[in-house]
């Protein structure tokens, strides 16, 4: 690979016209030496052609549809597999890249010998507050994810090589429900390859909005999640981690106004782990103690998901 190797920018997108085009432009303004393509990728949507008018030297846009399946993993691999870079980057439609990313994330990645994927710290923003999440290590395993999702692991952090994403450890998968978790169960899969590169600097302003992809789709939610439950057995080695996710859920289940599936799904994250906390905000959901938007709205305030 050459020290400047190109990169493609997969985004993906679904009426978010205004909040698209500030994403294309922080990708088309990245102070990097090589070439960056950006494809935009629109999912069950009218694309706009004239988003290829924000192209600058060495900084083509193209507009594509989503071939695949319908949803955010079908538009993720329809660009994937339309890009023309060594390297593959992810950025959803409603973050945009700071200064300086793909430069900090390509050195990274040149740094470790037989690197695949590299990702950075975050800055959220919702409702008005910013809160930086970094992790504080150089290097994730496959271990580390069953243990915690690690927020700050988001998607338009990822930067890949191509030849992982296509003859390794492969797309991003299309058999999810609803595409809820895709990057999760992502994140898993590459680090059974190989540990991920991780950078302790924020590069990706990312936004939490109620307009998100999966805002109360609380009964899709709960499927993804025992569908992961299934496919990773690991998870049996990791008994907080294991909580940790029956403990989402139960407040999914609890969410959609399943009170007796919601206690099901909490008392089986008690046995796991004790002290899940979602396992007792699940309960609190149910038992209308509190509402789960109040929930979320105090979590994300803090930089921070369910």
């Known amino acids: 690979m050459t020290a400047y190797p190109s990169v493609t920018a997969v985004v993906p997108t679904r009426d978010r016209p205004e909040l698209l085009r500030a994403a294309v432009r922080a990708i088309v303004g990245q102070d990097y030496p090589g070439q960056v393509e950006t494809v935009v990728v629109y999912d069950q949507s009218e694309p706009d052609p004239s988003l290829a008018e924000l192209s600058a030297a060495d900084r083509p846009?193209?507009?594509v549809t989503n071939t695949r399946t319908p949803g955010l993993?079908?538009?993720?691999?329809?660009?994937?597999?339309?890009?023309?870079?060594?390297?593959?980057?992810?950025?959803?439609?409603?973050?945009?890249?700071?200064?300086?990313?793909?430069?900090a994330q390509v050195d990274a990645l040149n740094a470790v010998p037989g690197a695949e994927f590299v990702s950075c710290g975050i800055r959220v923003s919702y409702d008005g507050h910013t809160v930086e999440r970094v992790l504080e290590r150089d290097s994730i395993s496959l271990a580390d994810l069953l243990r915690d999702r690690m927020t700050e692991l988001h998607p338009s952090t990822f930067l890949i090589r191509a030849a992982a994403l296509r003859d390794g450890f492969g797309l991003v998968d299309e058999e999810i429900p609803g595409s809820y978790a895709e990057d999760y169960e992502f994140l898993l899969r590459a680090a059974r390859s190989a540990p991920l590169v991780n950078l302790r600097t924020p590069y990706v302003l990312v936004r939490w909005h109620k307009r998100s992809y999966f805002a109360q789709r609380w009964d899709t939610i709960s499927e993804a999640l025992q569908w992961l439950l299934e496919r990773y057995p690991e998870f049996a080695t990791q008994p907080a981690?294991?909580?940790?996710?029956?403990?989402?859920?139960?407040f999914a289940r609890a969410a959609s106004g399943d009170r007796r599936g919601a206690m099901r799904w909490a008392r089986r994250t008690l046995r796991r782990n004790p002290r899940e906390p979602r396992a007792y905000l699940a309960l609190a959901v149910a038992g209308r103690v509190v509402r789960a938007d109040a929930v979320l709205r105090t979590l994300h305030k803090r930089g921070r998901g369910i």
Do not use: Y
């Not at 390297?87 to 439609?93: G, M, T």
């Not at 981690?241 to 139960?250: E, L, N, P, S, Y």
């Open 73 to 103: 993993a079908g538009a993720r691999n329809s660009g994937t597999m339309a890009a023309t870079g060594e390297l593959i980057a992810f950025c959803d439609d409603d973050d945009e890249w700071l200064p300086g990313k793909l430069a």
């Open 61 to 63: 846009v193209r507009v």
């Open 241 to 250: 981690g294991q909580a940790r996710v029956t403990g989402q859920i139960a």
